[in-house]
């Protein structure tokens, strides 16, 4: 059976992408499958050093496949929604920074993929919604990342809303990283992935919990925990390493490609 999800390596960085355009790239249990091994394949590579996610066609992901969402005879309601949250969690712990290059439009469960990722790039022509409401249903498990994302007051306009908003305003709400004139979505994920292929891989790693997890400590005790932290790395091998690098006027070995 050919997989819904294809993987490509150079130079560092994986590009997993999702292909079932048939569907606009719906969330089935059979592609959520695919993109689990997909993804875990990449991270488990040792010359990743970046992801990329990405899809086919002109849509990036339509949500959760509905027709597999509905209850049937034998068959238990909501497989999809089992399958989510591994997805979600892979991309959201992953060590080795995800960027999202999104080729169009995203909705629903699609917008938990994008929001899971560390960067998230789209070209201006490209809608977004949280539909869920509108179906009767709610965002619950992409409210998990979404709501990491959004400020409370975007969350509430769009999520109980379902309004489609532009993809201008999705980076204004913290939704996307950058959105870009579609002739520039190539350059704009190759900037990212360039730009981090060249940061050590433990130190992108420690940073990106950093990112999360600073902001809700105690001022003080945020400065102790950062003091040590910032002499361990310093002592580190790879910090070690970075800095003969400097001074030699060479790349780090890891910046290799």
Known sequence: MTSLVHRDLKDGVATVTLDSPHNRNALSTRLLADLRDALTWALAE???????????????????DLKEQRAAEGRPAAPV????????????????????R?????????????????????????????TEVRLGVVPAMIAVPVLRRLGGRAAAEYLM??????????????LLSRAVPEEELDAAVAHYADLLVKGGPEALAITKRLVREVPGLPFGEGLRRMTELSAERFASEEGQEGIAAFWEKRPPRWAAR
């Open 81 to 100: 929604t089992a399958a989510l949250p591994e997805i979600f969690t892979l991309l959201w712990d992953s060590p080795k920074p995800v960027v999202c």
């Open 161 to 174: 809303t379902g309004e489609v908003f532009d993809a201008a305003r999705a980076a204004e709400i913290g």
């Open 102 to 130: 999104l080729n169009g439009t995203a909705r629903a469960g699609g917008l938990g993929l994008v929001a899971s990722c560390d960067f998230a790039v789209a070209p201006l022509t490209a809608s977004f919604a949280f």
């Open 46 to 64: 040792p010359s990743c050093r970046v992801v990329v996610l990405t899809a086919t066609g002109t849509v990036f992901c339509s949500g959760a």
